[in-house]
């Protein structure tokens, strides 16, 4: 079982530079979401998909957009990378739509993102 | 707003050694609380929840009770192994969306032989 994917791995940018990280689930989840994790800081939440079709910002949106492109993909794009965007970040799933029980988000393995 | 404080890490502990990785939290009303793991090159999985006052949450030998009077939610094992090296994540959450499941900074625990 594959679960949820993230790509790339590991990824360096130059201020300015644009990119997608992409995710992907097999698990016919209908919600969706991008968290950020630096050092010192439990993870936060930057946008989450509750169902296809559907985007919301959460706790830490700026500089960041996202795509719900169909049930098995969420990407999240960075525009014009900055270094405070240096970060490890994890897609998460969950099956639940609409309100979700909290301890049913399963999460990819993580992209380790540096800005120079 | 809602927060959750986790001890610093990391921990180093010898295999077979009794294991505690303190989780405080301010919440308003009455959260549920999660223990995340997340194994090297793996993603967050659940490892146990309680979701009231006095509650014990267990799985793989790991336990951990919710105290509302002390607002803690501390992970314990008996005997560690060094199949358990990983990150262990304290988390806070209601039944409302994701947006509101708010993690501690995480604890890196490393067991050796």
């Known amino acids: 079982n594959a679960g949820v994917t993230q790509t790339p791995k590991f990824q360096v940018l130059k201020t300015g530079q644009s990119m997608t990280l992409q995710c992907a689930q097999d698990?016919?989840?209908?919600?969706m979401y991008w968290y950020r994790q630096d050092p010192g800081m439990g993870l936060r939440l930057i946008y989450y998909?509750?169902?296809?079709?559907?985007?919301d910002k959460g706790e830490v949106p700026n500089g960041y957009n996202v795509s719900r492109l169909n049930k098995r993909e969420f990407s999240l794009r960075l525009e014009s990378a900055a270094p405070s965007q240096t970060s490890v970040y994890f897609c998460?799933?969950?099956?639940?739509?609409?309100?979700?029980?909290?301890?049913?988000?399963?999460f990819g393995s993580g992209t380790q993102l540096s800005v120079l | 707003g809602d927060s959750v404080t986790q001890m610093e890490g990391p921990v180093t502990l010898s295999e077979e050694a009794f294991l505690t990785i303190n989780c405080t939290y301010t919440?308003?009303?009455?959260?549920?609380l999660f223990w995340y793991v997340q194994y090297p090159g793996e993603g967050l999985q659940l490892l146990l929840k309680?979701?009231?006052?006095?509650d014990k949450g267990s799985n793989k030998g790991f336990e951990a009770t919710y105290r509302k009077e002390t607002t803690s939610f501390h992970l314990e094992k008996g005997s560690v192994q060094v199949s358990d090296s990983a990150v262990y994540f304290c988390?806070?959450?209601?039944?409302?969306?994701?947006?509101?499941?708010?993690f501690g900074t995480g604890t890196r625990l490393q067991v050796t032989l």
């Open positions: 998460a799933s969950s099956p639940v739509q609409g309100e979700v029980v909290n301890e049913k988000l399963f």
């Open positions: 698990m016919n989840h209908n919600s």
């Open positions: 998909s509750a169902s296809e079709g559907t985007t």
């Open positions: 919440a308003t009303g009455y959260p549920s």
């Open positions: 309680a979701t009231k006052a006095d």
């Open positions: 988390a806070l959450g209601g039944t409302g969306t994701a947006s509101k499941l708010t």
